[in-house]
T-cell receptor, first 113, second 116 residues
Framework: SQQGEEDPQALSIQEGENATMNCSYK?????LQWYRQNSGRGLVHLILIRSNEREKHSGRLRVTLDTSKKSSSLLITASRAADTASYFC?????????????FGKGTHLIIQP | DAGVIQSPRHEVTEMGQEVTLRCKPISGHDYLFWYRQTMMRGLELLIYFNNNVPIDDSGMPEDRFSAKMPNASFSTLKIQPSEPRDSAVYFC??????????????FGSGTRLTVV
């Protein structure tokens, strides 16, 4: 499987703390995206980082990409109860072909009030 | 735009019955994707369309699954006959490009299918 793998599978922190999730993948990519899924809902696109970028910010989100290690991290600063959700990385592999995005199995984040 | 609209939200059916899931993509999005989500396997791409034409159906698990997109505003995923192992949440997503670009994919709220 070419799925990215998120780590940890589950994370529980106190409100106000920072949350860090990681994604590892197997082959060269063109870009990597992060999505959020609230319980019972569809996935929502958060941010995209291209293979020639190392870091990107969007509000309280910070994404890094290390292509030499084939890994990415998503940092949520000053977490809020509303950040409780599952977070997925999705990759576009650079090997060509007609595939769409490939998603990992996600990190389930719980923010304790 | 109201986003990607899927129906029904929940479907409970008996083994052997035909199930049809429906999706209305965002107007102007040229790509439509069907994904299946389970705890064991995560999100799996079943099939996707570009300008109403099926491009890659290699993820469709068996001949019991079929998908159509008769026009730019409607797609169906049909399972006939359904089996208990088909129980999952089925998502439809649409986008401007094959891999979503800067805005990524827009997902519907999903159809939770239970086959008993």
């Amino acid at each position: 499987s070419q799925q990215g793998e998120e780590d940890p599978q589950a994370l529980s922190i106190q409100e106000g703390e920072n949350a860090t999730m990681n994604c590892s993948y197997k082959t060269s990519i063109n870009n990597l995206q992060w999505y959020r899924q609230n319980s019972g809902r569809g996935l929502v696109h958060l941010i995209l980082i291209r293979s020639n970028e190392r870091e990107k910010h969007s509000g309280r989100l910070r994404v890094t990409l290390d292509t030499s290690k084939k890994s990415s991290s998503l940092l949520i600063t000053a977490s809020r109860a509303a950040d409780t959700a599952s977070y997925f990385c999705a990759t576009e592999y650079s090997g060509g072909g007609a595939d769409g995005l490939t998603f990992g199995k996600g990190t389930h984040l719980i923010i304790q009030p | 735009d109201a986003g990607v609209i899927q129906s029904p939200r929940h479907e409970v059916t008996e083994m052997g019955q035909e199930v049809t899931l429906r999706c209305k993509p965002i107007s102007g999005h040229d790509y439509l994707f069907w994904y299946r989500q389970t705890m064991m396997r995560g999100l799996e791409l079943l099939i996707y369309f570009n300008n109403n034409v099926p491009i890659d159906d290699s993820g469709m698990p068996e001949d019991r699954f079929s998908a159509k997109m008769p026009n730019a505003s409607f797609s169906t995923l049909k399972i006939q006959p359904s089996e208990p192992r088909d129980s999952a949440v089925y998502f439809c997503a649409s986008s401007l490009s094959r891999v979503g670009g800067a805005d990524g994919y827009t997902f519907g709220s999903g159809t939770r299918l239970t086959v008993v």
